[in-house]
């Protein structure tokens, strides 16, 4: 059976520099129907538990350590065995949610992550967090984005943490040099395509998105 995208939509709270926002995530997992990784455990343990079923998750990938990306990680894990995987620079935010329960391993730029017979590779795109990857798998066509692009522009760097300089960056010279076909996953909303962000950067950067 072929590797395959399915996706989950949960609804939390985001929480950062004191205020509290309503939120519905999209959480990714890629797999086929022995294996999988989930992308982002999102709000609800339990949905996506059941969402992977009775399929090995090998691995529970944090594209950054907002509340919100990985608040029902930890269960997720203690459910399935499955290892928390996270870029260290975001570690200081992973710490306001999980004080007590470290992750499992870090993520490095250019690593790969292999399931179903393909493979990810880890993008590191700061901006909108210190530690935020996207995964790009070629075989798939597909980017899993987290909240570094979504359709229509960068994501949010008005906060603690972010910097609208750096997420214009990391966009310019990681995303946006993959070929215009590839179906950008985001961690809210919908999809997009490289194809279709890439006219818009100039846009971005003029506006101070």
């Known amino acids: 059976m072929a590797a395959r995208i399915e996706h989950l939509v949960t609804s939390g709270t985001f929480s950062l520099d004191g205020g509290v926002w309503d939120v519905d995530n999209n959480v990714w997992i890629v797999g086929d129907d022995t294996e999988a990784i989930v992308i982002d455990a999102a709000h609800d343990a339990d949905a996506i538990a059941q969402a992977v079923g009775d399929r090995r998750l090998t691995a529970i990938v944090c594209t950054h350590a907002h509340n919100d990306h990985i608040d029902a990680a ?29 992750p499992d391993a870090e993520l490095t730029d250019g690593q790969g992550l292999t399931v179903a017979g393909i493979e990810l590779t880890v993008l590191h795109t700061p901006g909108h967090a210190p530690g935020a990857v996207c995964l790009y798998a070629p075989a798939l066509a597909a980017l899993f984005s987290g909240d570094t692009l979504f359709a229509g522009g960068p994501g949010a760097t008005g906060r ?47 506006r101070g998105f």
């Open 74 to 102: 930890p269960e997720l894990a203690a459910r399935t065995g499955a290892p928390i995987l996270l870029h260290p620079d975001d570690l200081p935010l992973w710490k306001q949610t999980h004080p007590d329960r470290a």
């Open 160 to 206: 603690s943490y972010s910097h609208f300089p750096t997420i214009v960056e990391s966009i310019r010279d990681r995303l946006l040099t993959l070929p215009a076909e590839t179906v950008v996953h985001t961690g809210h909303g919908d999809t997009t395509t490289v194809g279709s962000e890439a006219p818009h950067l100039q846009e971005w950067i003029d």
